[in-house]
């Protein structure tokens, strides 16, 4: 079974510095889809950004970008520029091209310090 | 295009009662899935439902249980509650394209309270 672990259960960054939040997966499958969500305190779950594991080059949505590893079953999100709003819950999540069973891992409480 | 919407937003139930939450999908979307959050457990998988079908379910007892409707509106129900029901409960929609990346699009989740 498919497992993703996100071993920083919060971390902390200055408002207009860069943090790199930590997500690793476990899975026998090639070919899967990987995500960040972003859970504002006490507001909607929102998709950052997605990578398609068939992709080598790493994504970019604006001020975020992730480092995919895909041998290394790694895939970490850069923010940055960090401005107060980032401050949520972030979640890495897996998804295979084979069934809609999404895994998350436990997630990452970030602060933003002004 | 109107988001994922849940019904109600919150609730409050006692021990030993059932309880239905309402989930209606984006536009088009086919698929809609069940996530269980709390703050020990984080996001847990539920079920998911594909054309009224359940297609994938996750690891949680018979008490929960589910269906989705001909214009892919979806139900969870939860019967005989125990306080540790008390949850987040979250629903996702996604196209459900075979082959395509179906990112999941949220609901602002139903706030269970089990007392």
């Known amino acids: 079974a498919q497992t993703v672990t996100q071993s920083q259960p919060e971390m902390s960054v200055q408002e207009a510095e860069t943090v790199t939040l930590s997500c690793t997966y476990d899975?026998?499958?090639?070919?899967?889809?990987l995500f960040w969500y972003k859970q504002p305190p006490s507001r909607q779950m929102i998709l950052v950004i997605r990578q398609e594991a068939y992709k080598q080059q790493n994504a970019t949505e604006n001020r975020f970008s992730v480092n995919f590893q895909k041998a290394a079953k790694s895939f970490s999100l850069k923010i940055s520029d960090s401005q107060l709003g980032d401050a949520a819950m972030y979640f890495c999540a897996y998804i295979s091209t084979v069934n809609n069973d999404m895994r998350f891992g436990a997630g990452t409480r970030l602060t933003v310090k002004p | 295009k109107a988001g994922v919407t849940q019904t109600p937003r919150y609730l409050i139930k006692t021990r030993g009662q059932q309880v239905t939450l309402s989930c209606s999908p984006i536009?088009?979307?086919?698929?809609v899935s069940w996530y269980q959050q709390t703050p020990g457990q984080g996001l847990q998988f539920l079920f998911e439902?594909?054309?009224?079908?359940?297609?994938n379910k996750g690891n949680f007892p018979g008490r929960f249980s589910g269906r989705q409707f001909s214009n892919s509106r979806s139900e969870m129900n939860v019967s005989t509650l125990e306080l540790g029901d008390s949850a987040l409960y979250l629903c996702a929609s996604s196209l459900a394209v075979a082959g395509g990346v179906n990112e999941q699009y949220f609901g602002p989740g139903t706030r269970l309270t089990v007392t």
């Open positions: 439902y594909f054309s009224e079908t359940q297609r």
């Open positions: 899975t026998s499958e090639s070919d899967y889809y």
């Open positions: 536009s088009g979307h086919r698929s």
